[in-house]
Antibody, heavy 118, light 107 residues
Framework: EGQLVESGGDLVQPGGSLRLSCAAS????????MNWVRQVPGEGLECLSY????????YYTDSVKGRFTISRDNAKNSVYLEMNSLRVEDTGIYFC???????????WGQGTMVTVSS | AIQLTQSPSPLSASVGDRVTITCRAS??????LAWYQHKPGKAPKLLIF???NLESGVPSRFSGGGSGTDFTLTISSLDPEDFATYYC?????????FGPGTKVDLK
């Protein structure tokens, strides 16, 4: 069926950096676009970043543009989110999700918690 | 960015009730809309894609409809396992925004 497992979440001070990883298994990773989605405590879901199957097309939401970088390694079946200049408001659960041909995120990881606090 | 609004929020209902959640887009998005169910501590679950197509394995009590700017998610008879938060998401343009969510709780 397919599985995604995130890792790398941690407690970090404001202004710090963190790198999240998402390992895929059970499906042909190279065929799918991938996304990072955040849920801030007590709030809803926010789509942060998108990367196409080849890695050539990338999008960011405005709140993370210039601070976060998405990348993928198709040889390792993994997608990454490099987060710099972290702010308190970046605190939340970070999910990676597989996108199925522009119609839905059909496989999600369980999420990894990022806490930005001094 | 395309904005999505949802109503009502929250939604209080009883087991067996028919419930309908509405999602409205700030501009026309054809049928490029999905619905998800999210429970605390779990991964969101895709229910409906392309506005009205039921995802494989999702119970038939869930249905979606609409096009353009106005969409609905209907649960024909609320099951105890359906108490959760429901989100719509548009795929017409980047960023692929979510609605603010509708929490369905017990009346």
């Amino acid at each position: 069926e397919g599985q995604l497992v995130e890792s790398g979440g941690d407690l970090v001070q404001p202004g710090g950096s963190l790198r999240l990883s998402c390992a895929a298994s059970g499906f042909t990773f190279v065929r799918y676009s991938m996304n990072w989605v955040r849920q801030v405590p007590g709030e809803g879901l926010e789509c942060l970043s998108y990367i196409s199957s080849s890695g050539r097309t990338i999008y960011y939401t405005d709140s993370v543009k210039g601070r976060f970088t998405i990348s993928r390694d198709n040889a390792k079946n993994s997608v990454y989110l490099e987060m710099n200049s972290l702010r308190v408001e970046d605190t939340g659960i970070y999910f990676c999700a597989r996108e199925r041909t522009r119609d839905g995120f059909d496989i999600w990881g369980q999420g990894t918690m990022v806490t930005v606090s001094s | 960015a395309i904005q999505l609004t949802q109503s009502p929020s929250p939604l209080s209902a009883s087991v067996g009730d028919r419930v309908t959640i509405t999602c409205r887009a700030s501009q026309a998005i054809n049928t490029a809309l999905a619905w998800y169910q999210h429970k605390p501590g779990k991964a969101p679950k895709l229910l409906i894609f392309d506005a009205s197509n039921l995802e494989s394995g999702v119970p038939s009590r869930f249905s979606g409809g609409g096009s353009g700017t106005d969409f609905t998610l209907t649960i024909s008879s609320l099951d105890p396992e359906d108490f959760a938060t429901y989100y719509c998401q548009q795929f017409n343009a980047f960023p692929q925004t979510f609605g603010p969510g509708t929490k369905v709780d017990l009346k």
